[in-house]
């Protein structure tokens, strides 16, 4: 089976695992669905299994074609800041990274960026379709203010969490964050 057409059904098995999690958020308020909660969080589990393997597949054969040209890792980054420095700079400074934003601009594979962010202590999240990296000061702060939010409008607690609005809106699409009703509060799932 071609790994474009594996892509494909992986997409399509996450877009499914999503709309199931998105509705199960929806229409659950005091009480959640725990038994679906832990099936939805097995599949998960496996397809970020998957997406590791297939990720781990591209960056051998990216590797491997490189090697064949004569440029070798090292040589095709000299002279850029470390990818360690990178993100112990972007923690201190924003408190967060959103793994897809950070491959693109660094043309780093995403399981390296998720590697050298838990050697450096920071707390990765897998959020759907994509990981977050948040330092434990920012995570803290981000449920600190999440709670403090009463309404239960999505758009207006987005707007009311400031700079961590993309956390918010990431988590609450991958059903980690659901709104309480019966505590009036928003609540990470964990």
Do not use: C
């Not at 959640?32 to 496996?46: C, D, N, Q, S, T």
């Not at 990216?62 to 000299?78: L, P, Q």
């Amino acid at each position: 089976m071609s790994e474009n057409s594996e892509s494909k059904r992986i997409k399509l098995w996450r877009d499914e695992v999503d709309k199931i999690a998105s509705l199960a958020a929806e229409k659950t308020s005091a009480i959640i669905a725990k038994g679906l909660l832990a099936e939805i969080k097995k599949i998960r589990e496996k397809l970020e299994s998957i997406e590791e393997e297939l990720s781990t597949i591209r960056s051998l054969l990216e590797s491997s074609v490189e090697k064949r040209e004569g440029i070798s890792t090292k040589e095709s980054r000299r002279g850029r800041r470390s990818l360690r420095d990178y993100l112990v700079e972007a923690l201190k400074t924003e408190g967060f990274i959103i793994v897809s934003n950070a491959s693109r601009k660094l043309n780093v594979n995403p399981n390296i960026i998720v590697r050298q962010a838990t050697s450096v202590g920071a707390i990765v999240i897998n959020a759907g379709g994509d990981t977050l990296i948040i330092s434990e000061r920012a995570f803290q702060e981000f449920k600190r203010v999440l709670v403090e939010i009463k309404s239960s409008d999505p758009e207006e607690a987005s707007r009311m969490l400031g700079k961590y609005s993309n956390i918010f809106n990431m988590l609450r699409r991958a059903g980690m964050i659901i709104y309480n009703y019966k505590d009036g509060k928003w609540s990470i799932i964990e």
